[in-house]
Nanobody
Framework: QVQLVESGGGLVQPGGSLRLSCAASGFTSDWYAIAWFRQAPGKEREGVSCISTSDGSTYYNSPVKGRFTISRDNAKNTVYLQMNNLKPEDTAVYYC???????????????????WGQGTQVTVSS
């Protein structure tokens, strides 16, 4: 019974930072990707970043490159998203998701992921 629980969202001013956490449980394999997606009001869900739990490979969507960093702590079964220099356009509900790494064609495609958390709100506003 795979479960993903994200936390760490909140209200932050432009230029500020937040760190999101995704705590995972119930996996029986190390060959998973864990990804962050976000969905803003009126927009479709978009991939933000993903990481392989097996080898640590990472991918980032262009809008967050250089500002966000995804990392893992396999011993704690937790993936983090460090978000720096936040911008108003980063405002969204952020979701973590898990899927099978080896068979993915698009590592930031939402359809590739089978398990999803409930989301955490990130609001960037002055």
């Amino acid at each position: 019974q795979v479960q993903l629980v994200e936390s760490g969202g909140g209200l932050v001013q432009p230029g500020g930072s937040l760190r999101l956490s995704c705590a995972a449980s119930g996996f029986t394999s190390d060959w998973y990707a864990i990804a962050w997606f976000r969905q803003a009001p009126g927009k479709e869900r978009e991939g933000v970043s993903c990481i392989s739990t097996s080898d640590g490979s990472t991918y980032y969507n262009s809008p967050v490159k250089g500002r966000f960093t995804i990392s893992r702590d396999n011993a704690k079964n937790t993936v983090y998203l460090q978000m720096n220099n936040l911008k108003p356009e980063d405002t969204a509900v952020y979701y973590c998701a898990a899927g099978a790494w080896a068979t993915m064609r698009d590592k930031l495609g939402s359809y590739e992921y089978d398990y999803w958390g409930q989301g955490t709100q990130v609001t960037v506003s002055s």
